[in-house]
């Protein structure tokens, strides 16, 4: 009954009684079609069409008239007794509203993700490479690269961390002999030093920062190199503003070579020399050198001592020993909460005597002279000496600090 209402949908039946036997029947007449087989009784679950009819169209899913259709009539019978009859093939076609706006959706996501990786036309002021491994410059002899300062290498004060600017140059001076291709196996050893089992040690540092840079800053970096007497080398760096062309740091360095197992130092060999002698850069340091002595301190003279310091395995580099710039972190640990809140670091300068490894226990010890601790806002500069030794009294680093008044910062989200 149900293919045979479908059927008559798209074929039209003859009505002549002359032409068709009743259902049931068995008449088999020309012209004529027959049903046997399919006894019904009358008027039950016979579905009553009317000439052309035909299949209710959708719009967006939903049925709706047209004029001049013909709707299917049902008796009460066949609705309470038989399941609806099948939708057509046109009804069962898919919603074309709703695919072809998924497909839209598509095309502006992958649209939205083109224009994101796609920086052209560039702004005058963007940097071509701001992330890269730095490049050689200046007739081969001066090394520079570009720094973005992150969101996590950023203090209290918004400012980026004498930590961050450390790390910078630690950076760039490994960058500098790996792009000159003298990097043997090890942390910025040449072949000829990796043959011969030595390295780097820094025995001398003086930093001067004119000024932080901030979160989102881009920072230039340039560092060469210099002989420095018979047995050592020196290494200056230059930081700038990428954006304005200011000089924010200034910073000098005195190294030499060290036995990586009798932890001896050593001279320079000549083969070594032979290496890195054509990099040497004939200029004065780029900072006239603190020639003061640094006081010893001990517990009598200390202001502050903070003990119990280790180290952990990520302050470890691949030498063994403790990364350069952890020390700087130590010294800080003694000095008081007041200098830090109300005194920016304004130069550093340091004396590494001796190397710790990963079972040391070292105590940082701080002393504070030419202020008033009670009026640090407006004290003025600040000068504090500083120690870093181990528990039996031998000396790691010695150092002295310069401070200066913090400027008022804005808060987030005002305007300056």
Known sequence: MVATSATSSFFPVPSSSSSLDPIGKGGNKIGSTNFAGLNSPPNSGRMKVKPNAQAPPKINGKKVGLPGSVDIVRSDTETSSHPPAPRTFINQLPDWSMLLAAITTIFLAAEKQWMMLDWKPRRSDMLMDPFGLGRIVQDGLVFRQNFSIRSYEIGADRAASIETVMNHLQETALNHVKTAGLL?????????????????????????????????????????????????????????????????????????????????????????????????????????????????????TADYVRSGLTPRWSDLDVNQHVNNVKYIGWILESAPVGIMEKQKLKSMTLEYRRECGRDSVLQSLTAVSGCDMGNLATAGDVECQHLLRLQDGAEVVRGRTEWSSKTPTTTWGTTP
């Open 184 to 300: 043997g196996d090890g942390f910025g050893s040449t072949p000829e030093m990796f043959k011969k089992n030595l390295i780097w040690v820094v025995t001398r540092m003086q930093v001067v920062v004119d000024k932080y840079p901030t979160w989102g800053d881009v920072v230039e970096v340039d560092t060469w190199v210099s002989q420095s007497g018979k047995n050592g080398m020196r290494r200056d760096w230059l930081v700038r503003d990428c954006n304005t062309g200011e000089t924010l740091t200034r910073a000098s360095s005195v190294w030499v070579m060290m036995n990586k197992l009798t932890r001896r130092l050593s001279k320079i060999p000549e083969e070594v020399r032979g290496e890195i002698e054509p990099y040497f850069v004939n200029s004065d340091p780029v900072l006239t050198e603190d020639s003061r002595k640094l006081t010893k301190l001990d517990d009598k």
